[in-house]
């Protein structure tokens, strides 16, 4: 089972490397002979295969946070595009990941399906986290949901949406709304944020606050880093806490002064 991971991780990541353009400039990631929107899901695949689920034992659905696509697609206004067709396809789900405003984490939604139903197994929640999947997740692409749209549209009583908060599926925003969530995926939060910091310190701590992506990308890391480390470099990429500077020897990551 491992060697099928790492032939479908080997098979998705050659469709990523560094094409010539004619100018003789190069560019990472999935860019069309066109110019225009690549293959958003192919990306997020991609993305994915960077997640490490053994270390949440198989219990998470692989998360990638939505800004890992612009250190891919310089252009995020057909990113963000892309992205919300396939949260209409009923493909794509999207969560507030609570530790930034700007943090949208991104599963596919068989996946989130899939761990909910299995960490549901045996619980007397079962039925009603049923329902919500059912009902809710698969027709509704919202982030968070009201009080008086769950209990008058989707017909859930109070009970149930103390059921639903209670297994996971939805955490508190305010007195009268919930999020849409993963469940048990503090532990993912907590070494992301532990991970991000550290590899930011790498950079900050090189001469000039400065290093080659490919480099970076190639250092061993402590054990603050439980996640690869090219999931990282992704992230910091994408939130622009580094500058990508292009170079003859390949992208130079810079530490972004706030």
Known sequence: MKNDMNRKRALISEAFKVKKKRNGTETFGAVDEGGGPADMKSTLEYLMTLFPRKLFNDTLPPIVLKHQLYSIHDDKTLVDKEVNKLQESGELLMFQLGFDSEAFGLVFASDYKAKVLAGEEG??????????????????????????KMLKEFLFTDSEITQLVKSGVLTVRDAGSWWLSIPNSGKFTKYFIQGRKAVLGMVKKSKYNEVLRVNLEERRTTSQVKFPIKYHVHDIVGAELVESIPTTSGTLLRFADS
Do not use: G, I, W
Not at 127 to 142: G, I, N, Q, W
């Open 123 to 148: 619980k007397v929640t079962r039925t009603t986290v049923d329902k919500f999947l059912e009902k809710v997740v698969s027709s509704c692409p919202d982030l968070s949901f009201s009080k008086d």
